[in-house]
């Protein structure tokens, strides 16, 4: 309950910051103009993703990765260290290091390689690949074993999440950018829901199982998103596989 009243705050303090910017600043002789409020600018940031629909599923897929895959490498992490595999703190940063460092390298990976990747294969490619690295990793006891997955899911994760990003920047009005990637931050926000169920199911049936039913879920939804999407997601000529650098 505390996560999801910190994240609420922040939302509400991010508004308030930008409530005071709602007037143009006039210069001498010229009437003041308004601008849209921020809650104005997010309606037309929504509207504009609701009626696109290759923005509408990198959304969907934002949104289902913080409910059901960021939990296992985050928040739970601390309870995975020292109830699943027996560690003391030095295990626990290293677990932590090895997710960090795996998502280090697939961001290099992307910055040399990502434009001239397909984004909405790559993003969808990536997904799967990051959830079955993380089933991996709850099935395994072994230390060693759970650091390389761990590894393997931030890569994944990474250049899921930077090929998501690459896809909402190329398929978007340059005017609406920053109202688009201001929704995009909001995809965040199931997050705290993710750990809350987590938590409430863990107490109940177990890690295993909770991890396995989360994770089972969010796969079979990834795969659905790309099944439902798969014209503007999968195929070459699809908006989301604009390419930044034409292949030669």
Not at 215 to 222: D, K, V
């Amino acid at each position: 309950m505390a996560i999801t009243l910190i994240h609420l705050a922040g939302a509400l303090l991010t508004l308030r910051a930008d409530s005071g910017r709602h007037l143009a600043v006039a210069t001498p002789g010229q009437p003041v103009v308004p601008r849209p409020s921020p809650w104005a600018e997010l309606r037309e940031g929504l509207a504009c993703i609701w009626h696109t629909p290759v923005l509408l599923a990198a959304m969907a897929v934002a949104a289902l990765v913080n409910l059901s895959a960021f939990p296992f490498s985050g928040g739970l992490m601390p309870y995975i260290a020292r109830d699943v595999f027996q560690f003391d703190q030095r295990g626990l940063g290293w677990l932590v290091a090895s997710f960090a460092g795996g998502a280090l390298a697939g961001s290099v990976l992307m910055g040399a390689m990502g434009g001239r990747l397909s984004a909405g294969r790559t993003m969808l490619v990536a997904c799967v690949l990051w959830y079955g690295c993380l089933f991996g990793f709850v099935a395994t006891r072994h230390a060693t074993l759970a650091m390389v997955l761990l590894a393997a899911a931030g890569a994944a994760q990474s250049i899921s999440m930077l090929a998501l990003s690459m896809l909402l920047l190329r398929n978007s009005d340059p005017r609406l950018r920053g109202r688009i990637m201001g929704v995009r931050m909001l995809a965040i926000y199931p997050l705290p829901l993710g750990l809350l169920m987590a938590g409430a199911l863990i107490t109940r049936i177990g890690y295993g199982w909770t991890a396995q039913l989360m994770l089972g879920i969010g796969l079979l939804l990834a795969l659905a998103i790309g099944l439902a999407w798969r014209a503007h997601l999968w195929h070459g000529d699809a908006p989301g596989n604009l390419r930044a650098v034409p292949p030669k």
